[in-house]
Antibody, heavy 120, light 107 residues
């Protein structure tokens, strides 16, 4: 059974940093691209970032480019999102999701999400 | 960036109704489109990929059509468990943008 479990969310001050993790199980992690999608309270879905299975290629939304970094540890089947220079509009539930194949493919399995709140 | 516009933003319907949701891309995306369903407090669920391919496990009352810039998601006979918000997502080019969502509510 495919499982994705996010962690690392919480309350952070504007300008601060946070690192999200997503522990994956139930599939061969290094053969799938992975993605992060966020959802601000009461709002729609926003694609944030994607990374290829071998970590060679990464992609970001314009709203987070230069502030967020995506990475993965295939030996530990774990996906990361390093977030810095956080702003109030980064407040959202952050979901990690498995892409069906390459980085430009839909997400077929999702975690339960982790809430990031940016506030003083 | 490719902008995705969904309409309507909300629709009220009854059990058994046929419901159609539209998604328009700001430029051609061939068939690189997916549809998701999201219920309150839950993660999204993939329903349709490649514009018209039903995801494994998704009910057959869901269908997708379209190519280029105009796409539709149709629920042939609305069931109680279908009341949710639906999102389209383009997968043609980065950033992989979502539509604003369509909330299907009980009439």
């Amino acid at each position: 059974e495919v499982q994705l479990l996010e962690s690392g969310g919480g309350l952070v001050q504007p300008g601060g940093s946070l690192r999200l993790s997503c522990a994956a199980s139930g599939f061969t992690f290094n053969t799938y691209a992975m993605t992060w999608v966020r959802q601000a309270p009461g709002k729609g879905l926003e694609w944030v970032s994607a990374i290829s299975g071998n970590a060679a290629n990464t992609y970001f939304a314009d709203s987070v480019k230069g502030r967020f970094t995506i990475s993965r540890d295939n030996s530990k089947s774990t996906l990361f999102l390093q977030m810095s220079s956080l702003r109030a509009d980064d407040t959202a539930i952050y979901y990690c999701a498995r892409a069906t194949s390459g980085t430009k493919s839909p997400a077929d399995y999702w975690g339960q999400g982790t809430l990031v709140t940016v506030s003083s | 960036d490719i902008q995705m516009t969904q309409s309507p933003s909300s629709v009220s319907a009854s059990v058994g109704d046929r419901v159609t949701i539209t998604c328009r891309a700001s430029q051609g995306i061939s068939s690189w489109l997916a549809w998701y369903q999201q219920k309150p407090g839950k993660a999204p669920k993939l329903l349709i990929h490649a514009a018209s391919s039903l995801q494994s496990g998704a009910p057959s009352r869901f269908s997708g059509s379209g190519s280029g810039t105009d796409f539709t998601l149709t629920i042939s006979s609305l069931q109680p468990e279908d009341f949710a918000t639906y999102y389209c997502q383009q997968l043609n080019s980065f950033p992989l943008t979502f539509g604003g969502g369509t909330k299907v509510e009980i009439k």
